[in-house]
């Protein structure tokens, strides 16, 4: 099954910028959707985006859009999360995350990386 490591997170002043790297092992993330999700401190973990096997066919949650960007190498497995403008709200635990089909609940998840952003 496919393993996946998040790495980038960091603390961030607000308007500040990051960008968050997925790096997929023991198989392709050209097989899978991949996403983003994020937990921030009591409270459930939410949607932030995903997009396809080709990045045609993307989704992201409203409170982020125009802000983050998400896209996917697959020549080098990885996919990233380009936050811009960032805001206290957007602290939380970052989680990549992949799924066979496009739009269903993720079956493999990374770890998690952190972003503070600081007011």
């Known amino acids: 099954q496919v393993q996946l490591v998040e790495s980038g997170g960091g603390l961030v002043q607000a308007g500040g910028s990051l960008r968050l790297s997925c790096a997929a092992s023991?198989?392709?993330?050209?097989?899978?959707?991949m996403g983003w999700f994020r937990q921030a401190p009591g409270k459930e973990r939410e949607f932030v985006t995903t997009?396809?096997?080709?990045?045609?066919?993307?989704q992201v949650t409203d409170s982020v859009k125009g802000r983050f960007t998400i896209s996917r190498d697959n020549a080098k497995n990885t996919v990233y999360l380009e936050m811009n403008n960032l805001k206290p709200e957007d602290t939380a635990l970052y989680y990549c995350?992949?799924?066979?089909?496009?739009?269903?609940?993720?079956?493999?998840w990374g770890q998690g990386t952190q972003v503070t952003v600081s007011s």
């Open positions: 997009t396809g096997w080709t990045s045609g066919a993307t």
């Open positions: 023991n198989d392709r993330i050209s097989n899978y959707a």
């Open positions: 995350a992949a799924s066979r089909t496009f739009g269903a609940r993720p079956e493999y």
